[in-house]
C-alpha cells in the first residue's frame, strides 16, 4: 500500500477523534494556516523571493509557555516543455512539524525551531529533502479564539539531488511566515 494513501485515509480520523477529545478535555487545541513566503532557495530550486507554500496546521497552544503544531501541504505543478511540447508533472508532499517557546510570558514575541520533510514525486525521478528552521515569531490576539502570527524564520535546506536536472542542491533562505491560528474551544 502506498504510504501516502496510508496517511491521507488515517490522518482525518485521527484529526476527527483528536479535536473530539480535546473538547471534552479542554485542553487548547489549534488550527489554522501559515502562509510562508522566503528570499533564498524557493520551492522550484530557484534563488529569489517568492511564496514558497501555504500550510493548514493543528497543534496545542498554551499562553505564556509555547506551542505544538503539525502541518500537512501538498501542491501539484506541471511544467510544459515550449520546445518539443512535453510535459513534466511533480506532485508535492511536504509535513511540517514546529514547536515554541515563549521564554517571558503571554503577549510577547516567541522563539521557534521547525522542521519540514519534502517529498517531490514524479513519473520519471523522485526528490525527498529536509528544511531545518529557527526564528522568531509573535501572536497578535483578534478575539478570544483568533489571532494573527507573525514570524521571520531562517531555513537550512539540505543538500538533495534531482535527477531530472541532474543538480545537487542545497541553500538556505530567510522566511516570513503570516498565519491566521483559531482556538475554538
Known sequence: MNKNAL????????CFFAL?????QGLPLVFGAVLETGSGLLEND???????????????WINGIGFARVGVNTSDKKEINSEDGSSNEWKRF???????ISLIGPEHPYIAASYVRNQAY????????????????????LSPFAAIVIEAEHRWITEHYERMNR?????????????????PF
Open 7 to 14: 496517511l491521507s485515509a488515517i490522518l482525518p480520523i485521527f
Open 20 to 24: 473530539s477529545n480535546g473538547y471534552a
Open 94 to 100: 511536504d509535513i511540517s512539524a514546529q514547536i515554541g
Open 46 to 60: 530557484d534563488y529569489g523571493n517568492g511564496i514558497v507554500r501555504l500550510t493548514p496546521f493543528i497543534g496545542v
Open 167 to 183: 543538480l545537487d542542491i542545497s541553500g538556505r533562505r530567510l522566511q516570513m511566515n503570516f498565519g491566521l491560528v483559531a482556538q
Open 122 to 141: 514524479n513519473p520519471s525521478a523522485d526528490v525527498e529533502w529536509n528544511e531545518w528552521g529557527i526564528g522568531i515569531g509573535h501572536r497578535f490576539i
